[in-house]
């Protein structure tokens, strides 16, 4: 939404300031560009492994930022009054960095998977107990959410389905975040069917990728892939196939600009973009 007048100025006057976790990886770096970009977001803290204490801006080539990196969360955490923090990191320190920040008072916007139901539940019950906002983003690409909803719809009509998700070499899980998500929302539209032939036989263990519900989840990892996925429905003389690639980490900036907005807003724990978003 384009602000004008006294409510720009306001939000200029007023900036969200912003702790990136991850801050030299490669999601990290351009969360980092994008908030030198807006004038209604401020960054106040910069968490990495390596490069300590040196400007992060200066680190990822933009230039000075006035905000040196850290290895400790907590510490960024306690410094510049920070809001919310965008968490870019892996799935073995997601759930230690969303109850850092919530103790600390900061929304965490969060774009790693991995957390268990039971672990979103308790994270939940402890944004609420904060009166505060959390986002967890299997995907921050908006193009990428609209094809989850869409498959969600899709599979009202044509219950065969089957996801192939394909990302870079360098991924830790699979299948990945946005394929789970996918199929949750597939889940909820279409009664569990299994698939295939009753008598189908698995030569090699693996080839018919995971199972959900009766339907199968692919992943492809290889050098040269960023993100994308195929959602495929089948039925009687027909294909129909929804697909999203992410060409680049840029393409996920938009999403990451709107959870930040969004969760400003919120009470609790939101899982999937879509659900801030006017669909």
Do not use: W
């Amino acid at each position: 939404m384009l602000l004008t007048g006294s409510r720009q100025e306001q939000n200029i006057m007023n900036p969200i300031h912003i702790v990136v976790a991850g801050a030299t990886g490669r999601m990290g770096r351009e969360a980092v560009r994008m908030i030198a970009g807006e004038d209604h977001f401020k960054l106040t803290g910069a968490v990495a492994r390596t490069h300590t204490g040196e400007d992060i801006g200066e680190v990822i080539g933009i230039g000075g930022v006035g905000v040196p990196l850290t290895n400790s969360l907590e510490e960024a955490l306690q410094q510049g009054q920070p809001e919310v923090l965008i968490d870019l990191t892996t799935p073995a320190l997601v759930k230690e960095h969303m109850e850092l920040a919530i103790d600390a008072g900061v929304r965490p916007v969060v774009g790693t998977t991995g957390l268990t139901e039971a672990e979103m539940q308790q994270l939940d019950d402890r944004c609420r107990e904060r009166g505060l906002g959390g986002i967890i983003a299997p995907n921050f690409a908006i193009g990428a959410v609209l094809m989850m909803v869409f498959a969600g719809k899709a599979a009202k009509y044509l219950s065969d389905v089957e996801i192939i998700e394909m990302h870079h070499d360098r991924k830790l899980d699979a299948p990945s975040g946005t394929a789970l998500k996918t199929a949750e929302l597939i889940s909820k539209e279409r009664a569990e069917k299994k698939q295939g032939h009753p008598e189908e036989k698995e030569i090699l263990e693996g080839a018919r990728g995971g199972y959900r519900d009766g339907f199968r989840i692919h992943s492809v990892r290889l050098p040269g892939l960023v993100a994308h996925q195929e959602v495929l429905f089948g039925g009687s003389g027909q294909l129909l196939t929804l697909r999203h690639d992410s060409m680049n980490r840029e393409s996920f900036m938009p999403g990451v600009k709107l959870a930040v907005e969004e969760v400003m807003k919120q009470t609790g724990l939101v899982y999937g973009l879509e659900k801030v978003m006017d669909l």
